[in-house]
């Protein structure tokens, strides 16, 4: 049986290749293997002098190793380079965070109850030089293009008083967002370390270099044909419509300047922190460092290793869509959420209206306030009576508490823009998606879905320049598709869910003591205080 050419003897060949493969990459540097000695080694060494790992970080030459923070201010970024500065405060070191009031106050609890010892510098924001009304400090706030530029200047213009401020708390080291990219010139003049913070995957930047080193993208006849990227450890095939625009064309601009400064940053800093696991993606990582010509400190997920609780100004109330969830079948639910940036047009809505009614799924669906939905002129009639009068869905508005919805029995698949700290949490929570990528690097984060076998597509074949989606509407059927695809009990469909609780469990050893994630964190610390 195994010496001959059926099908199944093959099946078993390739997969004994792949098992060589994996266990070589465990013995590498960077590999579990690898990264359980080298933690079973620091444990012995610690032991064996009496002392604990903490108070060594802590009293190198009296003084604690202090590591200012510098997030972007958008939730996306913020909140994941906030969740490295509470990891970094647990392991003994002095952390400063710097930001503006308005964005203070949306991790200001998280950062009271974690009860390290975290320093929150606020600077007052530009409002009035970039012409945006008081208050308007993040991208989560903005309601019109107009507002974004704003507040992009108005980012521009705080560089000024974070240098003065810098120069005044003389760090040991920074850790700046990949939009600060100015941080690696300041380290150079104080003589510190830099580290740059990018809130994505690895393969999205492996992807991005093969795009540009290969340009598979002009060597198709429209932007509707499908393209092969090569370079990559997988066969991931995209069209151009999904494609941002300084890859298809040579972008101006006051963005696509920064987003040149960022890559010309990356040489220059001591090294780059993404928020991802290495089991989850060890070939691009691999990759990766062929490419950079460094090790990226992979040390996801971020909310799971710094056991980040949701907050919210009534976080002591049980939010009431939890309760909602409470009476429904368990693995029932599609939680439908496109972010707080991804705003569409009455017209998208029905359409998704239409397809959950058609498909007679379950919902708890989170309907931006940007939307434009404020009368629900969109929500057709029979969508009314059949769904949401019989219980069967559940529309709501605002801030949600995404984490415990993920983890919830009752929620069987998520349909998400693919932003990636959404994609993270719903890979933790063991929970497979329904793709529907809008903006930014989210088809790349779509691609990764698919490669990992934790996702079904809805079909969205057009990347959108801002968060305003007024076209390429995806129609009823094709959302329908996917969403009897994945709620059935077919055989893809249950591989793919239990493919979900496999990731899941793979994600929860990364960020124990001795995992991946664990380990990067902790060898990272360790190389810092050896500069301090």
């Known amino acids: 049986m195994l010496m001959n050419t059926s099908r199944e003897s093959e099946n078993i060949r390739s997969r004994a290749k792949d098992v060589e493969e994996m266990i070589n990459r465990a013995v590498e540097k960077g590999g579990s293997s690898y990264n359980h000695l080298t933690a079973l080694i620091q444990e012995i060494k610690f032991h064996s002098f009496g002392i604990s790992e903490d108070s060594v970080m802590a009293q190198k030459n009296g003084e604690l190793l202090h590591v200012v923070f510098i997030p972007y201010l958008t939730p996306s970024h913020m909140i994941p380079l906030v969740d490295i500065a509470r990891l970094f405060a647990s392991h003994g070191v002095k952390v400063s965070i710097i930001t503006t009031h308005y964005n203070a106050l949306l991790f200001e609890s998280s950062i009271e109850d974690c009860g390290n010892q975290i320093f929150i510098h606020k600077l007052k924001f530009p409002s009035a030089e970039v012409g945006i009304p008081e208050g308007i400090e993040n991208f989560s706030a903005v309601t019109s293009k107009e507002m974004a530029i704003g507040v992009f200047m108005g980012i521009s213009l705080l560089q000024k008083p974070m240098e003065s401020l810098i120069f005044e708390l003389r760090p040991h080291c920074i850790v700046s967002d990949m939009f600060f990219p100015w941080t690696v010139d300041l380290a150079e003049q104080l003589k510190i370390p830099r580290l740059m913070f990018y809130p994505t995957n690895v393969m999205y ?302 994600i929860n050893r990364a960020v124990e003591k001795g995992g991946s994630s664990y380990n990067h964190l902790t060898a990272l610390i360790e190389e810092l205080k050896c500069h301090h």
């Open 205 to 506: 930047q492996c992807v991005i270099y093969c795009l540009k080193l290969y340009t598979p993208h002009e060597k198709v006849s429209s932007d509707s044909e499908s393209f092969l990227i090569p370079g990559l450890p997988d066969q991931i095939e995209m069209k151009r419509s999904q494609l941002p625009e300084n890859i298809k064309t040579k972008s101006e601009g006051p963005y696509w300047e920064l987003l040149k400064r960022v890559k010309e940053s990356e040489p220059r800093s001591y090294g780059m922190i993404h928020n991802t696991i290495y089991e989850l993606e060890p070939s691009y990582a691999e990759l990766y460092q062929e490419i950079k010509g460094k090790r990226p400190w992979l040390i996801g997920p971020l909310f799971h290793l710094s056991k980040r609780e949701e907050a919210n100004n009534s976080r002591n109330t049980r939010h009431s869509c939890l309760s909602w969830l409470d009476s429904q079948d368990p693995n029932s639910v599609v939680y439908i959420c496109f972010g707080s940036m991804g705003r569409f047009s009455d017209a998208q809505l029905t359409e998704i209206a239409l397809a959950l009614e058609a498909s007679n799924s379950s919902f708890l669906w989170v309907v931006g306030k940007g939307d434009e939905s404020e009368q629900e002129n969109w929500m057709p009639s029979s969508f009314k009576e059949k769904m949401l009068t019989n219980n069967k869905g559940l529309i709501v508005r605002g801030w949600m508490p995404q984490l415990k919805i993920l983890n919830h029995p009752a929620t069987g698949a998520f349909m998400t823009h693919c932003g990636w700290n959404s994609t993270l949490e719903s890979l933790t929570a063991g929970v497979p998606m329904l793709t529907w990528p809008l903006f930014a690097e989210q088809f790349y984060n779509e691609k990764l879905v698919e490669v990992i076998g934790c996702g079904v597509r809805v079909g969205a074949e057009v990347r959108h320049s801002t968060f305003d989606i007024k076209d390429a509407i995806v129609n009823k059927e094709k959302i329908e598709a996917s969403l009897k695809m994945l709620m059935n009990t077919s055989r893809e469909s249950e591989m793919i869910k239990s493919r979900a609780k496999d990731v899941k469990a793979m």
